[in-house]
């Protein structure tokens, strides 16, 4: 497979009334062409902030203070904002949970689908038009040539969120990023959104990076899955050995607090506790308040990413004997 982001140690920051906050505390991972990786964990774990930083659409108080970010091996830190909305425009498109933000109350759905069109593209407004349905027959919705028409409040929460990922897909993105896409939405209109872009996906062999806290939705979109805890990626591997064979106790937390609705005795087991503040100076592992496997050296030495089997690592020390440590920790035990 080809990678199509590559992200490396990645630290955003905040400038707050306290001081600088860093919100990803050094994370990397990648996205292969044609695969959904998605991005797991409770809100502010900095999994947004991962895919704004990727974007270039941090708030003007945040910034990338160090790593690197690069699509098909093109470094995006050095880009203008000018170049940067060029790629957003070409390369990279981003769906967000509420589509009634991003789309323009008074304008009508045709002239938001074509407007871009036209001025990126150089499509006539005939042309434009013509490609306007063409996406909104795409993204599965009936009756395109009379939506063109209507405004965003006539349609209904699945529909707006199919026009949303209609105009992210105009300009042809090689990575599409979909933070919390079907949070919104109803259940049956959520797996139908899901449904749709795993075919976008393997029909336009996109790139996906999907953010979610929520692991049902993980099972139903993700190749691989990255699991955040408090800025840093403390999990990652493909989605049978996260959901068979997790490694963190975090994760296995995440997955103990999906409803089965196969077996009614099956009690919710929400982690007790809550992720601590960005600013919170914790020693060891930053999960340790939470975990109910903690030893005496997780309060005082951060574990290093633990590599389990093919493309499967856990940061955690119960995995100190299983596994090779990373190249970092200079310590090989097998
Ligand atoms: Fe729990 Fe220790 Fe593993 Fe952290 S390193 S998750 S505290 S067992
Ligand atoms: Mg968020």
Known sequence: AQTLLEVKDLVTSFRTAEGTVRAVKGISFHVEKGETLCIVGESGCGKSITSLSVMGLLPSNGSIESGEILLNNEPLQNLSQEQLRKLRGNQMSMIFQEP?????PVLTIGYQLREPLILHHKLSKSEATKQAVELLNQVGIPNPAKRLNQYPHELSGGMRQRVMIAMALA?????????EPTTALDVTIQAQILDLINDLKEKLDMGVLLITHDM??????????????AGLKIEEGPVEEIFNNPSHPYTIGLLNS???????EFELEPIPGNMPGLNEDIPGCRFHPR???????????????????QGHSATCWLNEKEAETDENSGRVTI
């Open 100 to 104: 009634m933000t991003a789309l323009n």
């Open 171 to 179: 300009c042809h993105p090689s990575l599409l990023i979909a933070d």
């Open 216 to 229: 049902g939705v993980v099972a139903e979109v993700a190749n691989r899955v990255m699991v955040m805890y």
């Open 258 to 264: 999906v409803p089965n609705v196969d077996d009614p």
């Open 291 to 309: 975990c109910k496997f903690a030893m005496d050296k997780c309060k005082v030495m951060a574990p290093p990413e633990f590599h389990l089997s």
